[in-house]
């Protein structure tokens, strides 16, 4: 199975913030990483596919971008609502595997 | 507007088996593939497996090869996941979700159900 390894695991910040999540594949994976995030009691919501196109809908300060195995998310500047678990996926191949997870948090 | 709606919350005793529904609408329900997804408490999210609601191709995680069956009901736009076997381990939120097949060929998922607890204890 390709490994999927979230940094940091969680990460404290403030509203207007920078922020970055960085997620590694265990081998390549192409650009076939998707990320999520997920508020408590609810389901996950994409927010990026293929490594860097943004969902219809989700505000442009989120962020994908790649550099071979490695991934990263940014979201520019945290809104009150921003504040969640982050997940990244990858479906190169099967079995599907998620990160484990970064919690965002004030 | 897409929705997922899934069937309540279960316990069951270990050894036993559950099945969990997921009702469609708002959607070419046949054009799709749906997947389910586990979390467990303090783990990350888990694959189990898809079906083609179309021509009800299934595929599986070697994960729980032997344990889930994945069906569909094209007449209620409805897909059904079939865990056997029930453990503790198994004790999760279980997520159908709807698939988009990009263009070069993988899967996103951009549409959740609600999330199904199931409990296994004895």
């Known amino acids: 199975d390709v490994q999927m390894t979230q940094s940091p695991s969680s990460l404290s910040a403030s509203v207007g913030d920078r922020v970055t999540i960085t997620c590694r594949a265990s081998?390549?994976?192409?650009?076939?990483l998707t990320w999520y995030h997920q508020k408590p009691g609810k389901a996950p919501k994409l927010l990026i596919y293929g490594a860097s196109s943004l969902q219809t809908g989700v505000p442009s300060r989120f962020s994908g971008s790649r550099s071979g195995t490695n991934f990263t998310l940014t979201i520019s500047s945290l809104q009150p609502e921003d504040f969640a678990t982050y997940y990244c996926q990858q479906s190169y191949i099967i079995p599907i595997t998620f990160g484990q997870g970064t919690r965002l948090e004030i | 507007q897409v929705h997922l709606v899934q069937s309540g919350a279960e316990v069951k005793k270990p050894g036993a088996s559950v099945k969990i529904s997921c009702a469609a609408s708002g959607f070419d329900f046949s054009a799709y593939s749906l997947h389910w997804v586990r979390q467990a408490p303090g783990h990350r999210l888990e694959w189990l497996g898809w079906?083609?609601?179309?021509?009800?191709?299934?595929r599986y995680s070697q994960n729980f090869q032997g344990r889930v069956t994945i069906t569909r009901d094209t007449s209620t736009t409805s897909t059904y996941m079939d865990l056997t076997s029930l453990r503790s381990e198994d004790t999760a939120i279980y997520y159908c979700?709807?698939?988009?097949?990009?263009?070069?060929?993988?899967?996103?998922?951009?549409?959740w159900g609600q999330g199904t607890l199931v409990t296994v204890s004895s």
């Open positions: 979700a709807r698939a988009i097949l990009h263009t070069w060929g993988f899967y996103y998922f951009d549409s």
């Open positions: 081998q390549t994976i192409s650009s076939y």
């Open positions: 079906i083609h609601a179309g021509n009800g191709n299934t």
